[in-house]
């Protein structure tokens, strides 16, 4: 297959702000993908095989090689040369993968080219459309959407996916299954307008701890933990993995979040916690994990197990102690209680649980709800404005988006910059340029990278902006560096914070 036919139907899909057009686009390119089907996947989903090639973005900016005049380039070539430049090192590799890119992209056409750049720097569109790519596999395999969701659940890969709907169908599909040592996508909550509002049914309530997501794969001693992108971090946390091989569980698979504690037990700062992720030893700062979540113990698989038979198979895997604090069916005001509780110890809030809900990986459904006194939601940097007064020569004004849940750039919901300290100027004026996509006088345009997290008090309708509501009074908590734009708010969500539910 030539690269000009991904190129072109990548074109196609953000021309189009139709959900439709756009599954209709990637399965027609998908059914004629043939034995490449897992690599044209990883292109439009702007993940290559190879992950990172040790090619960064000034080297890739700076190639600066005239086009070809028309398209030659196949799939399987630049999958070929993506494999040369991944594998050269040594003295000298600097120079040899700049001569590999050169050759690769001279043989490439203007538009083929671009698209090569936004690919190897992570800045593809496609990047975030997963949810349309899963429905295009089922469309273009002819099989179910949900039989697709749960081999992507279980497999944690699109390639992967695709290659076994189009080649076997369900039958294939249905041979994934949940496998030690390879990532789930986690499940998500959602916000909840209050705790009275999500106090439906039967449910356990559990403090939301302002620390990082983290799973863990155990097997005998051998001990696997990752994040919530699923980048695996075991060399950075050891002491996590000698309290993990403890645990009274053979074999295992537990969800849950670890921090940093002060010496009183309270949560130290959320980048403190984050800053050890990058560690390559065991450091003074000691990580503390709580467990919320069990998907698999002692060879069953729990994934489709009610959160209540699952929360059993919890406290037989890990003990009491190391168990997310929090209350099963409590009454309203025993559910108060653990709010109070959790706010007092310097949590964020509580999280509202279905127990009759089974694990439903990578969703953020209504099964979870997340109830905090103050809202706050995840978004994308897009600009920062150049400040004034005691802010001039700093980047401060932050222009925000939202995600669009099919496939789009970001849709901006807003300014602020309230809550910026000296340090987070400084940060921002340093780190910004990294991510330069063009500038003005006033402003520096960021390409979609750096998720940040905003306090506000609701949002409002707006014609100002293209999604059609606002944020009001936002103001920065923190920078979000274990999220990226796809795990970012949707627009979706903003607009359901608007009174009444939406427009």
């Not at 439906?200 to 309530?205: E, F, L, R, S, Y």
């Not at 406290?315 to 005001?333: D, Q, S």
């Amino acid at each position: 297959m030539l690269l000009v036919d991904v190129v072109q139907t990548s074109a196609a899909v953000s021309a189009t702000r139709s959900r439709l057009a756009k599954v209709e686009a990637l399965a027609g390119l998908l059914r004629r993908a043939g034995p490449h089907i897992g690599t044209v996947v990883g292109f439009l989903a702007g993940t290559p095989r190879q992950g990172r090639i040790g090619a960064g973005w000034r080297t890739l900016v700076d190639l600066d090689v005239p086009p070809a005049a028309e398209p030659s380039l196949t799939v399987e070539g630049v999958d070929r040369a993506f494999d040369d430049v991944a594998a050269t090192s040594g003295k000298g590799s600097a120079q040899r993968r700049s001569e590999l890119l050169k050759a690769l992209f001279g043989a490439g056409t203007i538009q083929e080219q671009r698209f090569l750049l936004h690919l190897l720097t992570g800045e593809l569109r496609q990047g975030a459309l997963e949810g349309v790519m899963l429905d295009a596999i089922a469309a273009a395999a002819g099989v179910g959407k949900e039989a697709v969701r749960r081999a992507f659940m279980l497999s944690g890969r699109l390639p992967a996916t695709a290659e076994a709907a189009l080649r076997g169908g369900e039958a294939a599909l249905g041979e994934f299954g949940l496998e030690l040592g390879r990532p789930l996508r986690p499940m998500l909550a959602s916000p909840g307008e209050s705790l009275t509002e999500a106090l439906t049914g039967a449910v356990v309530v559990e403090y939301k701890l302002d620390g990082a997501r983290i799973q863990v794969h155990k097997n005998g001693d051998d001990v696997h933990i990752y994040t919530r992108t699923l980048r695996e971090i075991t060399r950075s946390v050891p002491e996590l993995v000698e309290l993990v091989r403890a645990l009274p569980a053979s074999r295992t698979v537990l969800d849950g979040e670890t921090l940093a504690l002060r010496d009183d037990g309270r949560p130290r700062p959320f980048q403190e916690t984050m800053s050890r992720f990058g560690a390559t030893s065991e450091r003074e700062l000691l990580l503390h994990p709580y467990f919320f979540d069990c998907v698999h113990l002692d060879g069953t698989d729990l994934v489709d197990a009610p959160l209540r038979e699952r929360n059993v198979a919890l406290h037989k895997a890990v003990g009491h102690t190391l168990v997310i604090p929090g209350r099963l069916e409590p009454t309203p005001e025993e559910a108060e209680d653990v709010l109070s509780a959790a706010l007092e110890a310097g949590h964020e809030g509580v999280v509202v649980k279905d127990l009759d809900s089974t694990y439903q990986a990578g969703r953020r459904g209504k099964a979870w709800r997340k109830v905090k006194p103050v809202h706050t939601l995840d978004l994308v940097v897009l600009a920062a404005e150049w400040g004034h007064g005691r802010r001039t020569g700093y980047l401060s004004n932050l222009h925000l988006g939202a995600r669009d849940p099919d496939g789009g750039p970001p849709v901006m919901v807003g300014k602020t910059f309230k809550g910026l300290t000296d340090e987070l100027l400084a940060w921002q004026t340093a780190e910004f340029p990294k991510y330069e996509d063009h500038r003005s006088d006033w402003a520096v345009h960021l390409r979609p990278h750096l998720v940040v997290e905003i306090a506000l008090d609701g949002v409002q309708v707006s014609s100002r902006y293209a999604g059609g509501v606002a944020l009001r009074f936002a103001r920065v908590v923190r920078y979000r560096p274990d999220k990226g734009p796809p795990e970012a708010d949707t627009i979706d969500t903003v607009r359901s914070m608007l009174p009444g539910g939406g427009a």
